[in-house]
């Protein structure tokens, strides 16, 4: 078959180039030298986290802020129906006042 054919040329043993074990040593060497860098993805995960914590913070300041809104005008509401509801009640009361008089 070709694919047998392909893949056993494919995966055939080829000797590796002049002077291949002595770059990949010396690379090794060279990397225990150097100090470890920290990887580049740490610093975008903490970035990332930072964001989601501040606009996790930012969202919940934001649904209080309009839960106290929201809060403040029931409060008004309910105040100008009382005071509407006071109003109301005193002019029935001196209504039966002026009946109950004559």
Same mark, same amino acid.
């Given at each position: 078959?070709?694919?047998?054919?392909?893949?056993?040329?494919?995966?055939?043993?080829?000797?590796?180039? =002049?002077?291949?074990?002595?770059?990949?040593?010396?690379? *090794?060497?060279?990397? =225990?030298? %150097?100090?470890?860098?920290?990887?580049?993805?740490?610093? *975008? +995960?903490?970035?990332?986290?930072?964001?989601?914590?501040?606009?996790?913070? $930012?969202?919940?300041?934001? *649904? =209080? &802020?309009? %839960?106290?809104?929201?809060?403040?005008?029931?409060?008004?509401?309910?105040?100008? +129906?009382?005071?509407?509801? $006071? =109003?109301?009640?005193?002019?029935?009361? &001196? $209504? *039966?006042?002026?009946?109950?008089?004559?």
């Amino acid at each position: 078959m070709s694919l047998d054919n392909d893949l056993r040329s494919a995966l055939r043993r080829v000797p590796a180039p =002049e002077g291949f074990a002595d770059r990949v040593l010396s690379r *090794v060497k060279s990397a =225990e030298r %150097r100090p470890a860098a920290a990887p580049w993805w740490r610093a *975008v +995960a903490a970035t990332l986290l930072l964001a989601a914590i501040l606009g996790g913070w $930012g969202a919940h300041e934001m *649904v =209080e &802020r309009r %839960r106290e809104a929201a809060g403040q005008l029931a409060r008004d509401q309910v105040l100008l +129906a009382l005071r509407i509801t $006071g =109003e109301k009640l005193s002019q029935a009361q &001196r $209504g *039966v006042r002026h009946i109950t008089r004559q």
